[in-house]
């Protein structure tokens, strides 16, 4: 891979941050939290959080996504 495609992949790495970042500050400033099927438990001085719901739904929108991308760099 030639400094052009490098460079290119970076500065798409670094958009895709950047977005994810900005997703991320927009769901904390509208009051997006816990999701039904994230697991709490806690008791006195512990606690555990086990964030099934959330791993589930990042785990899809990541995958289409990345399909999107792929697809759009496979032509």
Known sequence: MDLQ?????IAIAGLV????GLA????GR????PLPGDIRIANG?????VPLGTML???LLLTIVL???LRLFNR
């Open 30 to 33: 509208i009051g997006l939290g």
């Open 5 to 9: 495609g490098i460079g290119r992949l």
């Open 17 to 20: 941050l950047v977005l994810a």
């Open 45 to 49: 001085n512990w606690g555990c959080f």
């Open 57 to 59: 739904l990042l785990s």
């Open 67 to 69: 399909n999107i991308v």
């Open 24 to 27: 991320l500050w927009l769901a």
